[in-house]
């Protein structure tokens, strides 16, 4: 009997502490692999940040007005779901001249982790990230390239904005950094244990983040179904990863990590790809799962001890081992022993 209850105790009431602290764990596993986790590898927006962008620097080229930089971007975003676009909609929104202009997109056409294309008024205008600049082998032009630089040097994402395959400015965008991430990412650190970071965000936005949080490696421009290799990646090197993200794209890599731990105010899909929900969306129930995870496995071996050695003395005892010197346990008393060791 305190063998049988010995393991299966101390994951109920793991479990029970747990969900009351706000962390549902959906796979039993799950909370104990956390103990011997090496690296936690948390994806950056929504996660580490806020997830609430906010457009804070416009330039435009020569021959094109702020206003209508705001008001072509916001045209060729305003179907889009994303919170980029939405923060790059209400920035139009705020603009007088963008205002006036009152442009409207149509055939809208996403590419995940780009960015996206419209037609606004006779002209194809792409709104995208460094990948997609890549992809259309254009650069940032000089007229732009001292305020990209000052918005990258201070851990702000860049947009471009091109009209017919030209680019005609940039938008900043910036998403604040949770207060909580960096007490997470040092106490993890503290443990021995390494933080890494991925995101699609340009290299020198996300080096800026990761410089300011002291995360130990940082992934940047990686797509969203690359994800999950990066995971691979860190095994490869014979790391035990547990992944934190919140959002579809992170599904797969949650899944192929060791732990797969989603935010509980991301996605649907993200949730059900991980073994472990955190109610909220503080990075520091990380912490608290690996410390659980660290008591529980503490708290299994010291059961066990204590079963196998009550039953070491115990058995013989009520066997008679030592009746030849009249020492006899009647069965009244060994019902009382077994008892008091459930």
């Known amino acids: 009997h305190a063998l049988g209850l010995a393991i299966p105790l101390v994951i109920a009431i793991s479990t029970e ?12 596993l799950a909370l104990e692999r956390m103990r011997t986790i090496d690296v936690v590898l948390f994806d950056k927006t929504g996660t580490l940040t806020e997830g609430a962008h906010a457009v804070t620097g416009a330039v435009p080229v020569p021959g094109t007005s702020k206003g209508e930089l705001l008001a072509l971007a916001a045209a060729a975003e305003a179907d889009s779901e994303h919170p980029v676009a939405r923060a790059i909609v209400t920035a139009a929104a705020q603009d007088p001249e ?6 409207r997109g149509t055939d809208l056409r996403s590419a995940t982790g780009r960015g996206v294309r419209a037609t606004v008024d006779g002209a194809e205008i792409t709104v995208g990230g460094p990948n997609m600049l890549r992809e259309l082998d254009q650069d940032t032009p000089e007229p732009l390239r001292a305020g990209v630089d000052e918005w990258t040097s201070r851990g702000a994402g860049v947009l471009h904005v091109l009209r017919d395959g030209a680019v005609i400015g940039a938008l900043a965008l910036e998403d604040k950094v949770r207060p909580e991430s960096r007490a997470a990412v040092a106490a993890l650190q503290d443990r021995g244990v390494r933080v890494a970071m991925i995101t699609g965000d340009a290299r020198q936005v996300a080096e800026a983040v990761g410089a300011e949080l002291g995360i130990d490696e940082v992934f940047a421009e990686v797509l969203p179904q690359d994800k999950d290799t990066k995971v691979t990646e860190l095994q490869s090197r014979g790391m035990t990863v547990a992944m934190v993200g919140d959002g579809v794209n992170d599904a797969p890599a949650l899944a192929r990590a060791e732990v797969g731990i989603a935010i509980g105010t991301g996605t649907d899909v993200a949730m059900e790809s991980a073994g472990v929900v955190l109610a909220g969306n503080d990075p520091r129930s990380v912490l608290s799962m690996i410390e659980l995870s660290r008591a529980s496995y503490r708290k299994m071996i010291q059961n066990l001890v204590w079963a196998a050695g009550y039953n070491v003395v115990a058995v013989p005892l009520a066997a008679g081992v030592l009746a030849p010197i009249g020492i006899v346990l009647s069965p009244a008393v060994g019902a009382v022993l077994m008892s008091a060791s459930t």
């Open 17 to 28: 502490r747990a969900a009351k602290a706000g962390v549902l764990i959906k796979d039993r």
């Open 98 to 103: 963008a205002q006036r202009l009152g442009l």
